[in-house]
């Protein structure tokens, strides 16, 4: 193929111009999330090749799916193409490890080639979107991002191509954490959502592309711990249920699409067999105690976020049979989490401040005590935590301040909207949760909105 793409793995695009050129959020070997993520299907040779000769590796953000470092390893001395955020965790880290990086200028296309270039944005949930035009055509590559303000920049820029593919996260939500336990100690159920098809045909609806490429979810569970999570991962059909669009067509998983041809070639890579593994083989003692230094870190990690001293009482941690309690607020427990978690993999996550990576591995017990709205952890916990806290740096009041402003400044106008819409979302959620007749009206019709 002279100039094209192939989309395969996870989230991983391949570009081409007379050879491989940008590979997109490379997991090409290795786990994820402390063991608990596997692959859904092998990488094929010639992919994996072409990924190792591509001259550029954009990554999105930090999940381990899209940042990983086993993959990055047999991908040095390239230059690794990253989004604009504010603190540059990212940037900084792979820097200290000995990697070449480029930040990409927001909303600026970048040339990487004759006939391929990029535009990336960066939002402040530290997610990257990257826009990619490969001979006229488009790629818009989502991955896990939600819109952030940057949806009708993006449709005004779709708008100006005759074929532009959606690649976008789809599923029932086990990208995210969804072992919650009531206080009795009994799993709750996951509720799946609406079928993905339709959710993908209203997305590609909202950007107005021709189409949609199933994305970003091919993942398994491997863990004895977390293996229960299985029947909620995405598979490649459930893409298609549901798909019902006049202006849009669903296309295969992974394909390899000639730019000058329009051609379309469907990759069949084989499925992986998919082994059990203990959390012993992850480093994982579900026995082991904390150290009491490692109980004062703990404590001095949750307690530097300014913000969970506002909204929560407490956190708990069950560790090896033994709780240890973290007070936010003095002497007052109505509201808290419990996470009932392994030592080693707790300690890291609070060590290299990627506490997210447990929660998406669904191998964590987490309980909610007091009053929480259908978000759960959001929007108290995870964004203050995962997102602002550990990728931004943003922990104290000020800093917070200062990290929205940075994003409020990149694009002012569509920064105000997303607040009024996200606003208006949350007051439909109090009458109602997400799995309720005027939710999903409500949804529908605004979506209809925006993509008018």
Not at 84 to 100: A, E, P
Not at 218 to 235: F, G, L, N, P
């Amino acid at each position: 193929m002279n100039v094209g793409f192939d989309t395969i793995g996870n989230a991983t695009i391949i570009c081409y111009d007379r050879g491989p050129i940008l590979v997109t959020d490379p997991w090409l070997t290795g786990s994820a999330y402390f063991g608990s993520w596997t692959f859904s299907h092998e990488i094929p040779v010639e992919q994996m090749e072409a990924a190792r000769q591509c001259q550029f590796v954009w990554v999105s953000h930090g999940h381990p799916d899209h940042l990983s470092p086993d993959s990055l390893e047999l991908l040095r001395g390239k230059t690794i193409l990253l989004p604009d955020h504010r603190g540059n965790r990212i940037r900084d880290d792979l820097q200290v490890l000995g990697f070449k990086t480029q930040v990409l200028q927001n909303r600026v296309w970048t040339k990487l080639s004759d006939r391929i270039r990029v535009l990336c944005i960066a939002d402040y949930n530290q997610d990257g979107i990257l826009l990619i035009d490969i001979n006229g055509r488009l790629l818009v590559n989502l991955n896990d991002a939600g819109d952030r303000g940057w949806s009708s920049f993006v449709r005004g820029i779709v708008r100006r191509y005759d074929r532009s593919f959606l690649l976008k996260l789809g599923g029932f939500g086990d990208a995210d954490m969804i072992n919650f336990f009531d206080e009795s100690g009994n799993r709750i159920p996951v509720l799946k959502k609406d079928s993905v098809g339709e959710a993908m045909a209203i997305e590609a609806s909202t950007y107005g592309t021709r189409y949609v490429v199933p994305f970003s979810s091919m993942h398994r569970y491997q863990r004895s711990d977390s293996i229960w999570a299985e029947q909620y991962v995405t598979q490649v059909s459930d893409y298609s249920v549901g798909f019902d669009s006049k202006l849009s067509e669903m296309l295969p998983a992974f394909i390899r699409y000639d730019c000058e041809k329009d051609r379309l070639e469907e990759i069949r890579p084989e499925e992986k067999i998919v082994k059990v593994h203990t959390p012993e083989e992850f480093g994982d003692k579900w026995n082991d105690q904390l150290e009491k230094s490692e109980v004062g870190q703990l404590s001095q990690y949750f307690k530097s976020i300014s913000h969970l001293r506002e909204r929560f009482d407490f956190m708990r941690f069950r560790v090896g049979g033994s709780d240890h309690v973290i007070e936010l607020a003095r002497n007052r427990f109505n509201r808290g989490i419990t996470f009932e978690v392994p030592r080693s993999s707790l300690m890291t996550a609070v060590q290299y401040e990627v506490f997210d990576d447990l929660l998406i591995g669904n191998f964590m017990k987490t309980t909610l005590h007091g009053k929480f709205d259908e978000g759960r952890l959001y929007p108290d916990f995870t964004p203050y935590v995962a997102k602002y806290s550990d990728n931004g740096k943003a922990k104290t009041k000020a800093e917070l301040e200062a990290y929205f402003e940075s994003y409020r400044k990149q694009a002012p106008y569509d920064y105000f909207r997303h607040v009024i819409e996200s606003s208006c979302r949350r007051a439909v959620l109090m009458m109602g949760g997400p799995e309720t007749a005027l939710y999903r009206v409500a949804a529908k019709t605004y979506h209809y909105v925006k993509s008018l």
